[in-house]
């Protein structure tokens, strides 16, 4: 069992950043391949960014790539995603999850790749 928790969010203007961080609970953090995910309300849960356990391989949407990062601390049982240049579209809940199950890149889009989820963080950009 996995248990994730968000932190991190918050209001903030365009152009602005935000760091989220993501705490992972158990002794086998770094065998789970991590993923950001966001839900705008009257929206579906949209991936964001991933990162494979070692840290090597990382994925983007689209409308984050160049403007959003993700890392992970696996000494610290953590994954992060810096968020730069930030847009009111992309105000969201975020949520972070985690993922035992191995695919290819495009697997990790998918929200069925994720087996445990954190609650999510509100992220609010103002105009």
């Not at 889009?109 to 994720?114: D, F, I, Q």
């Amino acid at each position: 069992q996995v248990q994730l928790v968000e932190s991190g969010g918050g209001l903030v203007q365009a152009g602005g950043s935000l760091r989220l961080s993501c705490a992972a609970s158990g002794r086998t953090f770094s065998s789970y391949a991590m993923g950001w995910f966001r839900q705008a309300p009257g929206k579906e849960r949209e991936f964001v960014a991933a990162i494979m356990w070692s840290g090597g391989s990382t994925y983007y949407a689209d409308s984050v790539k160049g403007r959003f990062t993700i890392s992970r601390d696996n000494a610290k049982n953590t994954v992060y995603l810096q968020m730069n240049s930030l847009k009111p579209e992309d105000t969201a809940v975020y949520y972070c999850a985690a993922s035992m199950r191995t695919g290819s890149s495009s697997y990790y889009y998918n929200l069925r790749a994720y087996d445990y989820w954190g609650q999510g963080t509100q992220v609010t950009v103002s105009s």
